[in-house]
């Protein structure tokens, strides 16, 4: 399968073993702990828990430049990713919350979701007021189990196939992701390494620095501004017209001479680092992006001149006009974005099914010498593993309650979104169309009868409810999984060695995020908690009434087969042609979930471009590159240390 055998020593040792078991153990303890006593204003909860990885890889790098000889850069690139993985699992609140609201869900909802979301009311109660000193896990362990063991399968059958394709998307496709940069930059430009040479770090680690000061101060007085309420708020961004959801951008909705006039100019972002963080995207894609924006911009108004969504620019607030954009006629956006979505991973598989046949005959000829050193798994064992899983899932949710068709069609609908998604975050910082209303767009049409509260059935209730959000949530990091692939074809770290990292960071996160959560939440009341309940009407995704109108008005799929079809072209055109600009992942970027930006894409795509035009691609890889990363990491630490400071204060009270 290779054509050219490149030998990297594995440096999972048995101490090291150890240590990668102790990170991903104290990540996955520390994680959904950190998450309910952080407030909400701090990231939805996660400011602290989700950079405790890259706190922990300066450290790292700054204990392995004062003892060089303790650590290497793969050491800091393994430690990383199982912490980063580790984390992810603070997720496992949500689930916690979906579980209150199952339980409290108006009837027929209550009566009709199974087992798998928790005992009965009277111990959902406790779990709410909390102040107890003992769990009653043996009421507990049935539904927490089934959750554990759900979450560990969508690990394996998501790092399986990612395995599979590793060599094609990372070897020899050089799909860059993007926020590979921030690990891969400070890892690479100050390895211990260098230090034991006697070099300094590079100049890339330099201007990171830089950028992680500026993107640090930058962030710091919104920020603070949460910490000391009479702090100034000097970019005005906690007041109207500015989106409170979006830091730092706009309604263009609420803003005179724009809202009223144009009908698709929903939000005019001002936060820089937005900006930045683009230019870490590839030009062709950034190109694509603000084309595709600006084009459906004039679409829109074009629509609306002609008679369509009447009264919409007396619509104010973005997402009510947002919605009433994409899910109205005649384009029915949502609907596209949707299809455009999923499909990605299809047309990929469609245009390298040479590559597809010959990891399946590989399979079944067995490993070679060469697959064993230059493959995570054998093709043998990640598809046995693939398959395995997606039968055990199979499995696994036809006994929660869901027909078997359900089942297949919740793992197909997840396949689709991850894989894709695996592919769009190679080239981008989104993923694929994981917003609620996208989840369950395949199992509905099991249900075509179902259209009023009577008409709900068990299977119904239970295929929606669990194929939406809950299970997206465990899903969602699935394309940080080729992310560390490529940051350890950077780094020079074994893939095999990466591999073993993420599945001891994942296994360890999914056997003890949930117990430790609910005893945390046992001791200081889900309501009373810090974090509180995010999730508290959940149950709303469960009414028919909510699917007659979502993604979009039916019927959609006309709409969404439009969207797959561009996809579909625009990938043929992509590798037939050499010249051909534009790329099907930067149309699906472009349109944002509706919300157009084409601003940030086309200033992103200006900056790049003149840099690499003037300056060439040593000052872009040397210079632009390691600065912005460092500005996005510093944002992220300012946050981090802002959910730190803000702990003694909510812990008082």
């Not at 000097?234 to 609420?254: C, H, R, V």
């Given at each position: 399968m290779s054509n050219v055998e490149v030998k990297r020593p594995s440096v999972l040792t048995r101490r090291f073993l150890i240590v990668l078991v102790i990170v991903a153990v104290a990540c996955a303890v520390a994680s959904p702990i950190f998450c309910i006593y952080t407030p909400r204003w701090a990231n939805e909860s996660h400011a602290i828990s989700r950079n405790i990885p890259a706190a922990l890889m300066l450290l790292a790098i700054l204990v392995g430049n004062l003892m060089p000889r303790v650590a290497t850069s793969k050491h800091i690139a393994l430690i990383s990713a199982a912490a980063s993985t580790a984390v992810y699992m603070d997720m496992s609140l949500w689930i916690f919350d979906n579980i209150y609201s199952a339980r409290t869900a108006p009837s027929p909802y209550n009566e009709c979701i199974d087992w798998i979301w928790g005992p009965e009311l009277q111990y959902i109660q406790q779990l709410l007021r909390g102040r107890l000193a003992d769990v009653p896990w043996m009421v507990w362990?049935?539904?927490?189990?089934?959750?554990?063991?759900?979450?560990?399968?969508?690990?394996?059958?998501?790092?399986?196939?990612?395995?599979?394709?590793?060599?094609?998307?990372i070897d020899i496709e050089l799909l860059p992701y993007p926020a590979s940069y921030l690990w891969s930059i400070p890892i690479i430009a100050a390895a211990p390494e260098r230090r034991a040479k006697g070099l300094r770090p590079g100049r890339r680690f330099v201007m990171f620095l830089g950028g992680l000061l500026l993107g640090f101060f930058y962030m710091w007085p919104p920020v603070l501004r949460f910490l000391v309420p009479w702090f100034?708020?000097?970019?005005?961004?906690?007041?109207?017209?500015?989106?409170?959801?979006?830091?730092?951008?706009?309604?263009?909705?609420?803003?005179?001479?724009?809202?009223d006039r144009i009908v698709a100019l929903l939000a005019i972002p001002t936060n820089i680092v937005e900006y930045t963080s683009s230019m870490l995207l590839p030009l062709d894609i950034l190109l694509t992006a603000w084309i595709t924006g600006i084009i459906l911009i004039v679409a829109y108004q074009v629509a609306y001149l002609r008679g369509y969504y009447s009264g919409i620019l007396n619509v104010t607030i973005i997402?009510?006009?947002r919605d009433m954009l994409g899910s109205m006629p005649p384009f029915k956006i949502y609907a596209v974005y949707w299809g455009m979505g999923v499909s990605i991973i299809i047309f990929w598989l469609i245009l390298n099914w040479r590559y597809m046949i010959d990891t399946i005959r590989a399979a079944i000829k067995g490993p070679t010498r060469e697959e064993w050193e230059n493959e995570a798994l054998p093709y043998r064992v990640s598809w046995g593993l693939f398959l395995v899983s997606a039968m055990v899932l199979m499995f696994w949710l036809y006994a929660a309650g869901l027909p078997l068709a359900g089942a297949v069609l919740a793992i197909l609908t997840y396949f689709l979104g991850n894989m894709s998604g695996a592919r769009i975050y190679g080239l981008s910082f989104s993923i694929g169309p994981v917003d609620w209303m996208y989840l369950p767009s395949l199992t509905m049409y099991l249900f075509p009868n179902v259209?009023?509260?009577?008409?709900?059935?068990?299977?119904?209730?239970?295929?929606?409810?669990?194929?939406g959000w809950p299970t997206g949530w465990l899903n969602y990091n699935a394309p940080s999984f080729a992310m560390w692939y490529r940051v350890a074809k950077d780094v020079g770290v074994k893939p095999r060695d990466m591999f073993w990292a993420l599945f001891i960071a994942f296994l360890a996160a999914s056997l003890l995020s949930y117990p430790v959560a609910l005893k945390v939440y046992y001791k200081v009341g889900m309501a009373s908690s810090v974090r509180g309940i995010l999730e508290p009407d959940a149950n709303w995704l469960i009414d028919p009434a909510t699917w007659q109108t979502w993604p979009a008005m039916k019927p959609w799929w006309p709409n969404a087969l439009i969207g797959a079809v561009i996809i579909g072209v625009l990938s043929y055109l992509r590798v037939r042609f050499i010249w051909w600009p534009f790329d099907p992942v930067g149309v699906y970027v472009g349109l944002h979930n509706n919300e157009t930006i084409p601003m940030v894409w086309f200033v992103a795509w200006l900056i790049k471009y003149l840099v690499i035009k003037f300056g060439g691609m040593?000052?872009?890889?040397?210079?632009?590159?390691?600065?912005?990363?460092?500005?996005?990491?510093?944002?992220?630490?300012?946050?981090?240390?802002?959910g730190i400071a803000a702990l003694p204060k909510y812990l008082a009270a």
């Open positions: 362990m049935p539904s927490l189990a089934w959750w554990m063991i759900y979450t560990f399968l969508w690990f394996l059958f998501n790092i399986s196939f990612i395995t599979i394709v590793r060599r094609r998307w100034p708020d000097i970019y005005g961004w906690s007041s109207p017209p500015y989106i409170s959801w979006w830091f730092g951008a706009i309604d263009a909705t609420l803003v005179p001479g724009i809202g997402y009510r006009r259209t009023t509260t009577e008409q709900v059935t068990p299977e119904y209730a239970n295929t929606i409810f669990t194929c040593r000052a872009h890889d040397g210079i632009l590159v390691p600065l912005v990363a460092g500005i996005s990491a510093g944002t992220a630490l300012c946050w981090f240390i802002g």
